[in-house]
């Protein structure tokens, strides 16, 4: 019977050191370092017109990088900072002729303060929910048709947004301290832009602000990996 009872304890102290291993990694103390990288592809296509010249519509890729650290202030809860880089396309000039195209694309750099609560779903696999403050600031020249086969620069923008996040995502363990995320950034958010635009040729600099709530909007898939360090 005495034997029976020390078996009894010790396979309880292997499962429950079992589950401190698969868990210790979100618990208070932890710290994540790492980050995600998402891209959203638009291939070139062609429309095809009866009597005149196809349309080559060109792609364009809009990406998005965020090295990432964070710290467990509870068990399941982090808070963090994220570095924001991207590229995203504003939108596309149409030549004079109709059929040449230039993407107007923006470089954007900022900063986020992020809150993530962690909930487990399966055996090392979490969902979670982030809420993020932002703050970035990107720039770009706009295009405008030069005649009927190319274009020129137009309007120089500058601008900067504070934005509101929700971003839902899943994380998986691929071992104690690696796992991988899969996320939508950008669900839900309301962002205040603030543009300053120089008018081509005219040296006079317009600035405006103007605050939108969007579900969806500038959805981007992001894939992550991130090293957990714990005691």
């Known amino acids: ?52 010249s196809d349309i080559v519509n060109k792609g364009y890729t ?40 230039k993407h107007v694309m923006s470089n954007n750099l900022g900063v986020a303060l992020f809150a993530r609560k962690y909930k487990e779903i399966l055996k090392n696999t979490y969902f979670y929910t982030e809420g993020s403050l932002s703050y970035v600031k990107g ?16 309007d120089k923008v500058d601008y900067s947004n504070i934005g509101v996040n929700i971003t839902p995502g899943i994380a998986y363990f691929i071992s104690p301290k690696l796992g991988i995320d899969f996320a939508l950034n950008n669900l839900l958010g309301y962002n205040l832009t603030t543009n300053k635009i120089k008018y081509q040729g005219i040296d006079v600099t317009n600035e405006t602000s103007f ?9 981007t898939p992001t894939l992550g990996l991130f090293y957990y360090i714990y005691k």
């Open 1 to 52: 019977m005495k034997i029976t009872i020390l078996k009894m304890i010790a396979v309880a102290g292997i499962v429950t050191g079992s589950v401190f291993t698969s868990n210790a990694q979100i618990t208070k103390g932890s710290l994540m370092l790492g980050g995600s990288f998402g891209a959203n592809i638009t291939m070139e296509s062609t429309n095809k017109l009866t009597g005149s």
């Open 62 to 101: 809009e990406w998005n990088l965020s090295p990432t650290i964070g710290y467990f202030i509870s068990n399941g809860l982090a808070m963090g900072l994220s570095l924001e880089v991207n590229s995203i396309k504003i939108r596309t000039a149409t030549s004079g002729n109709g059929r040449y195209q």
């Open 139 to 154: 720039s770009f020249t706009d295009q405008q048709a030069d005649g009927l086969t190319s274009f020129e620069d137009g």
């Open 211 to 219: 605050g939108s709530f969007n579900v969806g909007a500038g959805l």
